[in-house]
């Protein structure tokens, strides 16, 4: 077992017996899914739109190099900049370059998980850069001191109570404000960070090929404001965000609103297609679309997990994984957790450290169920366990052990050798570690069914 | 600084990682019909799922219904300052409001009224585009947005609203258009839904259908191509 492992286990046992934890997360989680059964029936047919979407995603994935560079040309055109990174480094250095071109002192960004994945945050505080998140959850969080704790909904976790403490303690507000109060304290806090800063960061929920536009999708606002005062804006995302054209939004929208928050709709869905344009009132001068890999194309070149590539992050997965609601978002110590995250992080960030996420599944099946690009994601995580043993991950005695199994379990006289209590004995002490504590071992009878038909044919025959 | 060797890197590792075709192969669709049918006018559906979003919907006949319409609503909400970024709807609708011609946002506003791209009936969906006289931050910074329209910029859906504007402005599309449905809200506090917290807190639409002076001849809806 790695560290990793050792650390995840200990920390799923605990949080699993976290009684308020699990409280406020099933009562949170029956909201989103009652949430999302209104917003499906806006659909005819939402298998249709599944499969449409599965099949533009794949298409696209498989022509990424073509379509990443139609963008790149079209959003050129418009006065943009492209920015190609192959890691986190890279990506990070380069916005470090642009801040300090500006010599920004405040950066306002909404919400983005390539962000989180690159650890820009710190990165921009250690050289003095007054960084501030916007999206209210992502400001909870950053109030915190925390990661996301999900990936579309960051502070679900905190209580109401919680919050209000959180605020008064490092806001200043007064004690026990309500959740309405409690808004309007950020909205006017951030009010003057949007009007301060002299860069805005955001992530990209789209790349369009066919016009270089970046699609936003948010319920606040705060992106909006974050592109329209700073004079320059900074677009972080992974290269696997792209879709060939605008006209994909007509699907891509809604279905990512249903999913992610059930709504028919996200109340903002922007499109940015370059920098301020003459004759436009207003809107930043210069516009950056950094293009991030870090581990994305070791996914693509598995032609079996490159599916995962398709993911919109609208969060269902998470929602509905029996996982995920007993241990929590941050157990998984990955930027992304739930389903999507147990299959991706290994690719991410090592599949021997991380490779024990691939059993963090009962294999149920609901988030394959509920994904709306259709994502095999539980046929991915058995795929990551068989990728991890054969990839020579799996401890050596595991796989001792399992090759011992093969080998008596597939010779009839090898496993009548011996009786039942030897073989109860010799099953407990090979694999007891790995069933682990809360499942039974089953329990080999003392005599084989085979001996036991054996025998009464035997006893018949000599009745006759 | 250069980052063409980055590019390439990347490009030539999705180029060899794509030499393996992909494994699972989903069948071809598909007709595009992915939402409920309504049988009901573009206007009545506009109409409720409008007010499903929270937005507030006054629909206007003449002139006169609008002003005063917007003045008891005014007058109701106290608004000191209020702003209007499309000069013909000052001159033709005599609307005794401030001018908004760019340069920062006035801190002070109370509301302001502008025009829009079009209306989404299925969604209660505004457009609005950065190549109009209000820009980009005037629409989500002020905390009550006005808007004007005419029944005549209905489109059906999403898609027909984003193909409208590719027709207007062809390849020069503003550098930011926005799809925005209903006042700013979230739900990040466990999940209670709280209105307005960096955008508008109150969205309201005056909609001239049928018999208006305006109906086709609606002033917010005349287009600005921007020449780049
Ligand atoms: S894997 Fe599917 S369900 Fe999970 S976040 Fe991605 S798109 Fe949503």
Redesign the interface.
């Known amino acids: 077992m790695t560290s990793r492992e050792k650390v995840f286990q200990a920390e799923s046992k605990a949080k699993a017996a976290d009684l308020k934890h699990r409280a ?1 997360i099933n ?2 989680l029956k ?2 899914d009652d949430a999302f059964r209104k917003g499906k ?5 939402l298998e ?2 599944r ?2 979407a ?2 533009v995603k ?1 298409d696209t ?5 073509y379509y ?2 139609e963008f790149e040309s079209n959003f050129t055109k ?1 006065g943009g900049k ?5 890691n986190a480094q ?1 990506a990070l250095d ?1 916005i470090g ?1 642009i801040c300090a071109g500006k010599c920004a002192s405040v950066v306002v960004k909404s919400k983005s998980m390539v962000t989180e994945e690159i650890h820009l945050n710190s990165f921009l505080s250690e050289r003095g850069i007054d960084v501030v998140e ?4 992502e400001y ?1 969080q950053q109030l915190a001191g925390e990661p996301p704790y999900h990936i579309v ?4 976790h ?3 109570e919680e ?1 209000a403490r959180l605020f008064h303690e490092k806001l200043n507000a007064p004690p026990g404000l309500t ?2 109060e ?2 309007l304290v ?2 006017e806090k ?2 003057q960070k ?1 009007r301060e800063a002299e860069v805005g960061i955001t992530g990209a929920n789209f790349l369009l090929a066919d ?1 270089g ?1 970046v699609a936003i999708t948010e ?4 992106a ?2 974050t ?3 700073p004079r320059v804006h900074i677009v972080v995302t992974g ?1 696997e965000k792209m879709l060939p054209s ?2 994909d ?3 891509f ?2 279905l990512l609103a249903t999913h992610g ?1 059930g709504q ?20 930043p001068e210069e ?1 950056y679309v950094i ?1 991030l ?1 870090n581990g994305r ?1 070791g996914i ?5 997990a ?2 995962s590539l398709h993911c919109i992050r609208c969060g269902a997965c998470l929602n509905v994984c029996p996982v995920y609601k007993n241990i929590g978002g941050h157990t998984y110590r990955a930027t992304y957790s739930g389903p999507i995250g147990s299959v991706i992080t290994p690719y991410l960030r090592g599949m021997k450290e991380n490779k024990h996420l691939s059993y963090a599944s009962s294999l149920c099946g609901a988030c394959t169920e509920v994904c709306p690009v ?1 994502i ?1 994601l539980h046929g991915l995580l058995l795929y990551n366990r068989r990728s991890a043993i054969s990839g020579h991950h799996g401890s050596v005695f595991e796989k001792a052990a399992w090759k011992g199994w093969k080998m008596v379990s597939s010779d009839r006289r090898l496993l009548d050798a011996v009786g039942g209590k030897t073989k109860n004995f010799v099953i407990n002490r090979l694999f007891s570690a790995q069933w682990g504590d809360h499942r039974k071992l089953p329990v080999f009878a003392g005599k084989s069914f085979s001996r036991q038909w054996k025998e009464k044919m035997n006893q018949d025959n000599a009745g006759k | 600084m250069d980052n063409s060797s980055t590019r390439k890197n990347i490009l030539k590792k999705i180029r060899e990682a794509l030499t393996a075709p992909s494994v699972r192969l989903l069948p071809e669709s598909s007709d595009g019909l992915f939402y409920r049918k309504d049988d009901r006018s573009l206007l009545d559906r506009f109409c409720t799922e409008f007010a499903a979003i929270d937005g507030k919907l006054e629909v206007c006949r003449e002139k006169d219904d609008f002003h005063k319409k917007l003045s008891e609503i005014r007058n109701e909400n106290g608004w000191q300052h209020l702003y209007c970024s499309t000069a013909s709807f000052r001159t033709d609708f005599g609307l005794d409001a401030l001018p908004f011609t760019g340069g920062e946002v006035p801190e002070s506003a109370s509301a302001v009224i502008t025009g829009c791209e079009c209306l989404v009936a299925r969604t209660g969906t505004i457009v609005l585009s950065s190549a109009q006289e209000y820009g980009r931050a005037l629409t989500v910074y002020t905390p009550v947005h006005i808007v004007v329209a005419s029944a005549d910029q209905l489109v059906e859906d999403i898609g027909d609203g984003i193909s409208k504007i590719v027709r207007r402005y062809g390849r020069k599309l503003p550098s930011a258009l926005f799809f925005a449905s209903g006042p700013s809200r979230t739900g990040d506090i466990e999940k209670t839904l709280v209105k307005g917290v960096h955008g508008p807190v109150q969205v309201y639409l005056f909609l001239f259908a049928a018999n208006g002076d305006y109906v086709t001849d609606q002033p917010g809806y005349q287009s600005k191509i921007i020449e780049l």
């Open positions: 406020i009562r949170v909201q989103s029936e806006q659909f005819s047919d249709k739109a499969r449409h599965a099949n794949s994935i498989a022509r990424l190099d990443l560079l418009a492209v920015i190609w990174a192959e890279q380069a370059e916007t999206d209210l959850g909870i909904a960051p502070s679900m905190k209580s109401k919050v959740p309405e409690l808004t950020a909205r951030l009010r949007f016009i536009g319920n606040e606002g705060n909006r404001l592109t329209s005062f290269i605008v006209k939004l007509g699907l929208w809604p928050s028919k709709i996200a109340v903002y869905n922007s499109v940015f297609t370059g920098p301020r344009k003459q004759g436009e009132v207003d809107g516009m293009l890999d194309t693509l070149a598995d032609p079996v490159r599916e259709g095999n």
